[in-house]
């Protein structure tokens, strides 16, 4: 079982420049999220996705971009990188209803760590 | 605001202990859910076990219960007979019923000592 798969899993940035983090779920899950986690500090949620075709912001989503454009990938946009987006990113996903999403938890993907310089 | 707190940033434990780990939450919600998840130093995040806030008896899996004391808005975690393995960061989190979003502590780190 795959699960949540993540891409890269480590990355240097300069200032300014760009890239894309992957994520692909094989669990036919509708929500996606995807999370920032800094040193000593708990998940933000960046962006999320109800199912494809619709996103929303979380709470620090500036400096980022998604789309979903299959149920399965949700892929996370870095423009102009910034010092301040180093951090670890996790995508997740998980099956849920309505506004209120999943009760269950949700499956991680093993993340990304980025630093930008 | 919904928000999470963990006070304990480190803990170490010998090998076969039982420990505890605190949680408090905020919410003015009565329908929610209650998370600890593992996070091992391979980055994983990976669900522990849950609770449902109008459920009174307390969440088991395996060696890991919670004390789930909802007036006090307390939500502990116990490891019994603690492996190395348990060694990792361990976050609390908190889920309303009406709402997507998971709110977040800051995690403890746990550390088993052989």
């Known amino acids: 079982n795959a699960g949540v798969t993540q891409t890269p899993k480590f990355r240097i940035l300069k200032i300014g420049q760009s890239m894309t983090l992957q994520c692909t779920q094989d669990?036919?899950?509708?929500?996606m999220y995807w999370y920032r986690q800094d040193p000593g500090m708990g998940l933000k949620l960046i962006y999320y996705?109800?199912?494809?075709?619709i996103t929303d912001k979380g709470e620090v989503p500036n400096g980022y971009n998604v789309s979903r454009s299959t149920t399965e990938d949700f892929p996370l946009r870095l423009e102009l990188a910034a010092p301040s987006q180093t951090s670890v990113y996790f995508c997740a996903s998980s099956w849920g209803r309505g506004r209120g999403g999943t009760n269950y938890g949700y499956t991680f993907g093993s993340g990304t760590r980025l630093t930008v310089v | 605001a919904q928000t999470v707190t963990q006070s304990q940033p480190e803990m170490s434990v010998q090998e076969a202990e039982t420990v505890t780990l605190s949680c408090t939450y905020d919410t003015s919600e009565n329908n929610y859910y209650l998370f600890w998840y593992k996070q091992p130093p391979s980055r994983q995040m990976i669900l522990v076990i849950r609770q449902e806030a109008y459920k009174q008896q307390n969440a088991t899996e395996n060696r890991f219960s919670v004390n789930f004391q909802k007036a006090a808005k307390s939500f502990s975690l116990k490891i019994s007979d603690s492996q190395l393995g348990d060694t990792a960061m361990y976050f609390c989190a908190s889920k309303m019923d009406s709402n997507y979003q998971l709110i977040w502590g800051a995690g403890t780190k746990l550390i088993i000592k052989p």
């Open positions: 996705s109800v199912g494809a075709g």
């Open positions: 669990m036919n899950h509708n929500y």
